[in-house]
């Protein structure tokens, strides 16, 4: 069974501060993908990043990070120096070559307070 | 570059009443459509997704249906509205899966209000 689990369901932290949105997942493909979108209070939820399980390369893009464990089953997003406009509510999804469904984890809201 | 469009973007409908929610992606072809649904806090539920015209699977029974008249073209509908069908429904399209990877872009979203 395919499983994504986000177990924070709300941060709040005040501007500047980093933070580290935490997903863990769990398939027995071995070939796989992982997802991070945000959903800002507009409602569309926007891509951010795809990773393959064969690639577990840390990425860096502006004040966002992704750090892909294989041996903790682990995905996790930072924000450094967290800004208002990061507030939003983050999903974390899986996608095996098996199904290629997207399985979804629940979310996290991320409140940034000024 | 690829475009997705969801109409209306609002809309408040009495228990009962059918409901036709539209969804168009312009700039590619053949692509893999999706129908979710999400209640006020919650998380995503996919409902329908779509590999091609008219081929529609649904994941979950309810009183919803979809369908896919044309390549870029994919829309839900129900004959009767229920008070449980209120939330905020979002499509989104995908390309042909290429080894598992299957990004999903997704539409501005439709907010369903059944009072």
């Known amino acids: 069974a395919q499983k994504v689990t986000q177990a924070q369901t709300e941060i709040s932290v005040v501007e500047k501060e980093d933070v580290t949105l935490d997903c863990v997942y769990e398939?027995?493909?071995?070939?796989?993908?992982l997802f991070w979108y945000k959903q800002p209070p507009s409602g569309e939820l926007v891509f951010l990043i795809r990773?393959?399980?064969?690639d577990e390369q840390n990425e860096i893009s502006g004040r966002y990070s992704w750090n892909f464990q294989k041996s903790t089953s682990s995905f996790n997003f930072t924000i450094t120096a967290s800004q208002v406009v990061d507030s939003a509510v983050y999903f974390c999804?899986?996608?095996?070559?098996?199904?290629?469904?997207?399985?979804w984890g629940a979310g996290t809201k991320l409140i940034i307070k000024p | 570059s690829q475009t997705i469009h969801q109409w209306p973007a609002t809309l408040v409908q009495p228990v009962g009443s059918p409901l036709s929610l539209e969804c168009t992606v312009e700039?590619?072809?053949?692509?893999?459509l999706y129908w979710y649904r999400q209640a006020a806090g919650r998380g995503l539920q996919l409902l329908f997704y779509?590999?091609?015209?008219?081929?529609i699977s649904s994941e979950v029974p309810q009183n919803l249906s979809a369908s896919r008249p044309q390549d870029r073209q994919f829309i839900l509908s129900s004959k009767k509205l229920l008070l449980s069908d209120s939330g905020f429904y979002l499509c989104?399209?995908?390309?042909?899966?290429?080894?598992?990877?299957?990004?999903?872009?997704f539409g501005p979203g439709t907010r369903l209000t059944v009072t």
């Open positions: 779509s590999v091609g015209i008219g081929q």
């Open positions: 990773r393959n399980s064969f």
């Open positions: 999804a899986l996608s095996a070559a098996s199904n290629y469904q997207l399985i």
């Open positions: 700039g590619t072809s053949n692509p893999n």
């Open positions: 989104a399209w995908s390309p042909l899966p290429r080894s598992g990877s299957n990004e999903q872009y």
């Open positions: 398939t027995r493909d071995t070939t796989y993908y």
